[in-house]
């Protein structure tokens, strides 16, 4: 088991950015598959991007590509989301997930992960 830990969140005014960090506790991942999920209230749990161990392969939501970017800094042992042009739609919390991955594999379900951090709560003001 990983444990995550996810900052970043906030509250910002709709076009705004902001930019969350994904980091484990006690333990490199430079080897694990790592992913950005949200949920706002009252509806599941949502990918939103994904990328490879290495970083050379990764995935949106349709319904933030073009405005947010996934990378990875394995050196520094953080995964981060840059989320650009943001929209109230947005709102929700944000989790950070990890799977141990020596295959290069791109993962976009939540059954998929088994380690989560707790969340971050982004909330975009109209």
């Known amino acids: 088991q990983v444990q995550l830990v996810e900052s970043g969140g906030g509250l910002v005014q709709a076009g705004g950015s902001l930019r969350l960090s994904c980091a484990p506790s006690?333990?490199?991942?430079?080897?694990?598959?790592m992913g950005w999920f949200r949920q706002a209230p009252g509806k599941e749990r949502e990918f939103v991007a994904a990328i490879t161990w290495s970083g050379g392969t990764i995935h949106y939501a349709d319904s933030v590509k073009g405005r947010f970017t996934i990378s990875r800094d394995n050196a520094k042992n953080t995964v981060y989301l840059q989320m650009n042009a943001l929209k109230p739609e947005d709102t929700a919390v944000y989790y950070c997930?990890?799977?141990?991955?020596?295959?290069?594999?791109?993962?976009?379900?939540?059954?998929?992960?088994?380690?989560w951090g707790q969340g971050t709560q982004v909330t975009v003001s109209s």
């Open positions: 997930a990890a799977r141990k991955d020596d295959y290069g594999g791109i993962y976009l379900r939540t059954a998929s992960y088994d380690n």
């Open positions: 006690g333990r490199t991942f430079s080897s694990y598959a």
